[in-house]
């Protein structure tokens, strides 16, 4: 089979590419930066120069391709500034992949969402892929997009494709380059038992489960169906305990209270228009206390069942960072060390 894979230089595209190759399909990669290929040096596919918005791109990119898989994405979830850049990645771009996949005639698509585009439960009740998004769209803007480009993809599911919607947790593992879920190693090893932590939860799988998935529903994913993505539901106690036993530090001594959330929130909202940067936006630390717990049962039954531990991934995500010269040991690392 001859795949399509938009955003294989990331950090879950170069793991399904990588999967892709082995399992003996043929791999043709939408690249928008030659220096981004580096990192994919040996491994052999096609490559076409464009990005989501560059249509002669997109209709070379999928001319006679069995299938696409549509990774590509602004993941910046964790702070929301510039919306307007998430739309038109996230959101205009799925639509500009479908619609040139639609005119290549390809047969099956896989779209990567995220588990963010479903809804919160409420306790600590799993959601699974019936539950509709909850939040207001101004409270998690990251999702709200994911949300829209899942409503694109049914139009051109209602019109005859034949498309899948995999919804994958917060994703940990080796080679997390740009640091989007592998920011909770980098300032865990910075910050130690100083990180604070509230009482909320999160789901989380390792990336090459993530990315096993993907592979499995080329061939044995039910067109239109969405497939959560997720091995473990850990509330953040337990969750930053893994961490700190995978960078070998203590793990966090204080915990913020719930109501203490929307006070710090709205700190981080005046520290931001005064044009200071902090690591989380305000939404991100007012959906701390909540338990964003999902069933990655069906796709386990129906795609591929995780393999691969919460604490091994942490650790072989800490050790590959280690040894890519991430883990900065500076003063106060090691004052903190040293306490």
Wanted: glycine fraction near 8%; include cysteine; hydrophobic fraction near 45%.
């Amino acid at each position: 089979m001859k795949v399509l894979v938009t955003g294989g230089t990331g950090f879950l595209g170069s793991h399904v590419l990588r999967q892709l190759l082995a399992a003996g399909h043929q791999a043709r990669l939408l690249y928008r930066s030659a220096a981004k290929l580096e990192a994919l040096a040996g491994l052999k596919f096609e490559a076409v120069l464009g990005d989501l918005h560059d249509s002669a791109a997109l209709n070379r990119a999928c001319a006679g391709c069995d299938a696409v898989m549509h990774i590509a994405a602004k993941a910046d979830y964790w702070k929301d500034d510039d919306r307007a850049a998430l739309w038109r990645i996230n959101v205009e771009g799925a639509r500009n992949l479908f619609a040139a996949a639609a005119a290549a005639g390809v047969g099956r698509v896989i779209f990567t969402s995220s588990a963010s585009a479903i809804g919160i439960r409420p306790g600590k009740a799993p959601a699974d892929e019936s539950d509709a998004f909850s939040l207001p769209p101004e409270r998690f803007w990251y999702a709200w997009t994911k949300v829209k480009a899942e409503e694109i993809a049914a139009e051109f599911a209602a019109d005859g494709m034949d498309i899948i919607t995999l919804n994958p947790t917060v994703i940990t593992g080796p080679g997390d380059m740009n640091a989007i879920s592998g920011s909770f190693i980098l300032a865990a090893a910075r910050y130690q038992w100083l990180m604070p932590m509230s009482r909320g939860g999160l789901a989380v799988i390792d990336v090459r489960d993530a990315a096993a998935a993907h592979i499995s529903a080329l061939t044995r994913g039910r067109s239109g169906e969405r497939y959560i993505l997720n091995a473990a539901n850990l509330p953040y106690a337990q969750w930053y305990r893994l961490i700190a036993d995978a960078c070998g530090i203590r793990p966090p001594l204080l915990t913020s209270p719930d109501w203490l959330l929307e006070p710090t929130a709205r700190l981080i909202e005046l520290l931001r228009a005064l044009g200071l940067k902090t690591p989380l936006d305000a939404n991100q630390t007012r959906l701390g206390g909540q338990h964003l717990y999902f069933d990655g049962g069906k796709a386990a039954r129906e795609l591929h069942s995780p393999r691969i531990d919460i604490a091994t991934s942490l650790r072989q995500t800490y050790d590959w960072y280690q040894e890519n010269g991430y883990i900065k040991r500076d003063a106060l690392t090691r004052l903190l060390s040293l306490l």
